[in-house]
T-cell receptor, first 114, second 113 residues
Framework: DGGITQSPKYLFRKEGQNVTLSCEQN?????MYWYRQDPGQGLRLIYY???????QKGDIAEGYSVSREKKESFPLTVTSAQKNPTAFYLC?????????????FGPGTRLTVL | DAKTTQPPSMDCAEGRAANLPCNHS???????VYWYRQIHSQGPQYIIH???NNETNEMASLIITEDRKSSTLILPHATLRDTAVYYC??????????????FGTGTRLTIIP
């Protein structure tokens, strides 16, 4: 099946620890995105990547880092510098062609920092 | 990006058409209207998008007013599985098709049995 996978679905960490969230896609999409969602709120963009080995900060990049070493993978690290990391994290991808911007989302990872 | 305004919540009877409005009075000529929905605790799902003509696909229809200042998403025969938060987003397209999407708080649609 083609799609986006995120693992794990639920993640618990102690305060002060870095944690890496996985995002993999087999859709052959060029562009990938990370969003954060807080309860009752919309999605906010953390980082996005248009092509391999390139990425840009979104609206709330502070305290996060990413890498894009492979087309199919875009892991997100939540560092100890992120003041309020408990949230629902969503990864998405899009084909990256003119006129086509449908973003396909993974199931999300719910991170709780204790 | 043009700002959008949606009602916070709506109810619709199962089997009836659900009509979800969206105001985007500051939309510019090169901006598209996108609709996504998010079922509880899942990732958002793309529904449909359009520029100025009405659009229809297997999930829904999108009606955009002639002045493009508002639009309506129509789910023709709503089912209980259509209960979700629906987001209306306005965004221009670049040459790369990798635009950021700004999600507001959307409309929480509840389908009533």
């Amino acid at each position: 099946d083609g799609g986006i996978t995120q693992s794990p679905k639920y993640l618990f960490r102690k305060e002060g620890q870095n944690v890496t969230l996985s995002c993999e896609q087999n859709l052959n999409h060029d562009a990938m995105y990370w969003y954060r969602q807080d309860p009752g709120q919309g999605l906010r963009l953390i980082y996005y990547s248009q092509i391999v080995n390139d990425f840009q900060k979104g609206d709330i990049a502070e305290g996060y880092s990413v890498s894009r070493e492979k087309k199919e993978s875009f892991p997100l690290t939540v560092t100890s510098a992120q003041k309020n990391p408990t949230a629902f994290y969503l990864c998405a991808s899009s084909i990256g062609m003119q006129g086509r911007n449908e973003q396909f989302f993974g199931p999300g990872t719910r991170l709780t920092v204790l | 990006d043009a700002k959008t305004t949606q009602p916070p919540s709506m109810d619709c009877a199962e089997g009836r058409a659900a009509n979800l409005p969206c105001n985007h009075s500051t939309i510019s000529g090169n901006e598209y209207v996108y609709w996504y929905r998010q079922i509880h605790s899942q990732g958002p799902q793309y529904i449909i998008h359009g520029l100025k003509n009405n659009e229809t696909n297997e999930m829904a229809s999108l009606i955009i007013t002639e002045d493009r200042k508002s639009s309506t998403l129509i789910l023709p025969h709503a089912t209980l599985r259509d209960t979700a938060v629906y987001y209306c987003i306005v965004r221009a397209l670049s040459n790369f098709g990798n635009e950021k999407l700004t999600f507001g708080t959307g409309t929480r649609l509840t389908i009533i049995p």
